[in-house]
């Protein structure tokens, strides 16, 4: 014997297809979209492109902020990154980047007031590690008790290399400064 159908099969197929209609183009927006930046418009927007092309007029979008989830904390992200972007309130009038790939590097990180150029620290700290090297590798003669020896040999100057290095290093901490100096 057949199961009792209650509702008949045209019902049932309307219905469904009234919630999925009704379901379909707001869940778009409450989801996060694979994106690469662009370009950076100077002022914490950026113009991006999403993969997702179903999007139709939301692929390619034009100034949307960054948020980065730590009040008063801007980054500088480079053209090409890959970012995600997600539409606030699941609102598409209000879409935002509000995450990164892997990898990706920033350029510049200020928090609140201070900013700190990466790319910058990353010279000074480089350079400073080959003065430490050159400072490690630098030897002294020593006196030894017993019968005379050979003193071990110090160069007369610092290696060309190193010397360039320590100017560097200067040179990189003279002009970083913070934002707001």
Wanted: charged fraction near 15%; charge should be negative.
């Amino acid at each position: 014997m057949a199961a009792p159908q209650i509702v008949d099969d045209s019902f049932q197929k309307d219905f469904k297809d009234a919630v999925a209609g009704a379901l379909d183009s707001s869940l778009d927006y409450l989801v996060y979209y694979p994106a690469v930046v662009k370009s950076d418009n100077g002022d914490n927007t950026y113009d991006v492109i999403c993969d997702n092309k179903a999007l139709g007029e939301f692929s390619g979008l034009q100034k949307i902020p960054l948020r980065v989830g730590l009040p008063g904390t801007t980054v500088v992200v480079p053209v090409g990154s890959r970012v995600l972007v997600g539409f606030e309130e699941g609102n598409p009038s209000q879409p935002i980047i509000c995450l990164f790939s892997a990898g990706t590097s920033m350029t510049e990180v200020a928090i609140g007031a201070a900013a700190v150029a990466l790319a910058k620290a990353q010279e000074a700290l480089d350079a400073l590690e080959a003065i430490q090297t050159a400072f490690d590798a630098h030897v002294h003669p020593t006196a030894a008790t017993g019968p005379p020896s050979v003193a071990t040999p110090v160069p007369s100057v610092i290696p060309l290399s190193t010397n360039v290095s320590y100017q560097a290093a200067i040179a990189v901490l003279s002009t970083t400064k913070l934002k707001g100096e």
